[in-house]
């Protein structure tokens, strides 16, 4: 009964959908019901538990058009908590929705439900969703897809699209992953690259070859691949060997068309791309791989995937040829990932989407790594000594998530003493040289640097506020790009350098005309991003890197924005689905 009841929730959101184009266009109501459940899978010859949406790998696929209302109805059967959050929604005047643990709501209980409703306007495209407790996130995501009223794109109407779900297969069980993480030990690592939940034909068990994920075309048609990386720990490089890509969109939004034959990536980034089918018909490999900093820093291993492109009318052995893979970059060459990233523009609408031009409030966020010390001692041996724990900053503090209560709620009900502060550094304590590699291993320099202090500390912002903000990532304890995502708002992404961020020079780069309207900005390896945005949703929205143990150890924060001066501006009530916090810190019945 429970999986007819799930193919039936599936169908009326489709139904309903049709219903609304058939209607011309008006906006619909489309439902899904979510059951989170464990499942267990065999890859590698070891069987793993993970948790699954609806029995999916990746989990279902939400597909509307924009204007339409959202209702997901989220059941856990999981033995612990969670929440689900719709990665890229801007959420305008429904924070309460956003499904950020412990931010905006607590999570949902073991056997408990809770509704996500939530309107989805002004956006066109490729987003996600993803839990966002623990590292559940590996494997409970799915695409978010945005399709344009009327289905008319700025781009010749593709034959099919294709989510391409980028992610890691990880043997050891993900809440006891993220509970080694929480006590310092960050020295596990993922046995695989995915593409749509396969390993693909690179991993083996006993000899025999893992299953790959398979792109059936026909030679003459062009597909729309929509490319999430959802991966913990990874950036990737995307390619198809024997083709190219036209880049048309990201994060919800158009692009200008940008040709190449690789996509970058970023955790927390959603690619859409155009891909012809325009070889000669044959089999061609697909491959994700993941890419990582070189010495000095920390080294993990090489993380890759490979499925197949697969022509209609070739033959299944492919002629006996061998198949064509893809060239790919060294895994640790990061510089294709800024190039990339800095090659690509917005579509530019003469009417809407203007970068603000007047800055009110500058905010300079160093990012990096430092230390506390262990226990109740003040003071303690620097250079990731055994005294100290390794945390992750911004401005030198690292976030103390709260365990047992939703920011949002008790900054609503104005219950916020002893919870948190809001007094998040604009810059950092000291200006030194942010990207100097020398601090990568420990040593006297590094160590007077490292230093910092564990805080819920936040920053409260006044309604239509114009908001810049310089991230800079830099060279402490290591030198890892930082893909910065924040919940509620998207942010024009100004521009992007390498090194550090010269305020008198810099700014003469800044592309006020066509700039990516972006989610998340892939801050580069020892470089800088420029970003700039008006605060007019209020509520209390999460900005963290989105590489996993970035977030556990300590890179966020909040950002409160203050209701406007009439009800049409203002954060409303919690609907009536909205549960509250128990004492437990897990929703209430």
Not at 175 to 181: A, K, Q
Not at 186 to 210: M, Q, R, V
Not at 360 to 375: K, P, T, V, Y
Request: charge should be negative; proline fraction near 9%; hydrophobic fraction near 35%.
């Amino acid at each position: 009964m429970e999986k007819l009841s799930m193919a039936a929730t599936m169908f009326c959101a489709v139904v309903l959908a049709a219903v609304a184009a058939a209607a011309g266009g008006e906006a619909a109501v489309v439902e899904h019901t979510f059951v989170v459940h464990e499942m267990n899978q065999t890859h590698l010859c070891n069987t793993t538990k993970i948790y699954v949406v609806n029995g999916q790998l990746p989990g279902p696929t939400i597909d509307i058009t924009d204007g339409d209302t959202v209702v997901v109805h989220v059941i856990n059967r999981l033995p612990h908590g969670l929440t689900i959050h719709w990665h890229g929604i801007r959420q305008m005047r429904s924070c309460w929705s956003d499904g950020a643990g412990f931010v905006t709501e607590c999570p949902i209980p073991s056997g408990g439900e809770h509704v996500y409703r939530f309107n989805v306007t002004g956006q066109v495209g490729t987003l996600w969703w993803h839990a966002h407790v623990t590292c559940l996130r590996a494997t409970v995501a799915g695409a978010f897809i945005i399709r344009p009223k009327g289905g008319r794109y700025p781009f010749p109407t593709p034959a099919k699209d294709v989510p391409i779900i980028i992610g890691e297969w990880w043997e050891l069980d993900l809440v006891e992953l993220d509970r080694r993480m929480h006590d310092g030990n960050f020295d596990d690592n993922p046995l695989s690259a995915t593409i749509n939940g396969k390993l693909g034909d690179l991993s083996n068990c006993s000899g025999k070859p893992e299953e790959s994920f398979v792109l059936d075309v026909v030679r003459g048609k062009t597909y729309l691949l929509r490319i999430v990386n959802t991966a913990l720990f990874s950036e990737y490089y995307f390619k198809v060997a024997g083709h190219t890509f036209t880049v048309v969109g990201a994060d919800g939004y158009y692009l200008t068309p940008y040709k190449t034959d690789m996509v970058t990536v970023a955790p927390g980034e959603a690619i859409d791309v155009l891909m012809a089918a325009d070889a000669p018909p044959a089999h061609y490999h697909m491959v994700a791989l993941a890419n990582q900093p070189p010495e000095p820093d920390p080294q993990i291993p090489g993380f890759v995937s490979r499925g197949l492109v697969r022509y209609a009318g070739s033959s299944h052995n492919n002629n006996g040829l061998p198949v064509p893979t893809p060239l790919m970059p060294s895994q640790h060459n990061t510089m294709p990932s800024y190039y990339f990233h800095s090659n690509l523009t917005g579509l530019a609408h003469p009417d809407r989407h203007r970068v603000p031009m007047h800055v009110d409030e500058r905010l300079f966020f160093a990012l990096g790594l430092g230390s506390i010390c262990r226990g109740t001692n003040k003071t303690c041996e620097r250079g990731r000594s055994p005294e100290t724990i390794v945390v992750a900053t911004m401005n030198n503090v690292s976030f103390r998530h709260p365990t047992n209560a939703s920011l949002l709620e008790r900054y609503y009900d104005g219950q916020t003493s002893g919870l948190y502060t809001e007094d998040l550094p604009d810059h950092p304590p000291h200006p030194y040289n942010y990207t100097d590699r020398s601090l990568i291993p420990p040593g006297p320099l590094e160590k007077a640097l490292e230093p910092a202090f564990k805080a819920t500390k936040l920053r409260r912002f006044r309604y239509n506020t114009s908001v810049e903000i310089i991230f800079q990532s830099t060279a402490l304890l290591q030198s890892d790009s930082n893909p910065m995502h924040l919940h509620g708002y998207d942010f024009f992404v100004l521009a992007t350098g390498l090194g550090n961020y010269n305020p008198k020079t810099d700014p003469k780069k800044f592309n006020y005309h066509n700039p990516q309207l972006r989610n998340t900005v892939q801050v580069p390896r020892t470089g800088w991003a420029a970003v700039r945005f008006v605060t007019d949703n209020p509520g209390m929205w999460y900005l963290h890197c989105h590489f996993e143990f970035h977030i556990i150890m300590g890179m966020a924060t909040a950002f409160i924005v203050e209701n406007g001066p009439t009800p049409e501006t203002s954060l409303p009530p919690p609907p009536p689905e909205f549960k509250r916090c128990g004492a437990n810190g897990l929703t209430q019945p």
